[in-house]
């Protein structure tokens, strides 16, 4: 095995993938609006919304992308 580049068997198929790379993508940019409209947050409201939220769709976009990259195409014909 080459360095955990192959994808396990219980890895989620690139469709699903897909979908959590919009979702993600989504979140962020809700995210990203809601903080245009209300203004940047202040105290404990920022620790959630920037840092909880920002990082929950940051990460799972990272995490997708990385997995999108090692995927090998099977769901295609």
Do not use: C, N, Q
């Amino acid at each position: 095995m080459g360095k955990g580049r192959e994808m396990s068997k219980f890895d989620p198929p690139r469709s699903e993938l897909m979908f959590r790379l919009w979702v993600s993508v989504l979140g962020l940019l809700m995210l990203a609006g809601a903080v245009t409209y209300r203004g940047w947050p202040s105290g404990l409201a920022m620790f959630e919304v920037i840092v909880i939220a920002g990082g929950f769709f940051g990460g799972t976009l990272i995490w997708t992308l990385r997995k999108l990259r090692k995927h090998k195409d099977t769901d295609r014909p």
